[in-house]
């Protein structure tokens, strides 16, 4: 089984995730991607001031680690999911702050789903509800996705 914990930044996310682990030792965590990024030298902002850059390398390093795990047997748990950085995206979208936009966004949602979709066993545990329109068109199939795959 692969389980997300997804949801806004500081509302204890890794906490739970670290609580997970201990409780369940036979689960793989995977770190959060802006902690793996910001180590190897990435300078990430966050909200009304994160780019296509910020975002987007972090989307596509926690899809590159969601790919990783292809059996049915491993048991992974992810300190976010690829759908928040469709969410994280669209409220600087909204901002219109950066080079992020509403096309930017859209153009994220094809490579999540395909993401989500190619792993089989996949949970969101979400610690907040979506307010991004784009987020919220994307979550219902998601969710429904997962409920009929799931097995446990």
Not at 5 to 30: F, N
Not at 55 to 80: H, L, P
Not at 120 to 132: C, D, G, I
Request: aromatic fraction near 12%.
């Amino acid at each position: 089984m692969r389980i997300a914990v997804s949801g806004a930044h500081s509302q204890g996310k890794s906490t739970l995730v670290w609580d997970w682990v201990r409780r369940h030792p036979h689960y793989i965590r995977e770190e959060e991607p802006f902690r793996v990024l910001h180590a190897e030298g990435y300078e990430i902002e966050f909200r009304q001031n994160c780019n296509r850059l910020h975002n987007g390398i972090q989307m596509y390093y926690n899809a590159s680690r969601v790919k990783t795990y292809g059996f049915m047997s491993e048991c992974v748990i992810f300190d976010r999911s690829p759908v928040d950085y469709i969410a994280y995206s669209q409220y600087t979208a909204d901002y219109a702050t950066t080079d992020i936009d509403n096309a930017f966004v859209e153009g994220m949602a094809p490579r999540v789903r395909q993401t989500l979709e190619n792993s089989s066993r996949w949970k969101t545990m979400e610690f907040a509800p979506l307010t991004s329109p784009t987020a919220a068109r994307l979550m219902p199939s998601l969710n429904r996705f997962i409920a009929k795959n799931d097995s446990t």
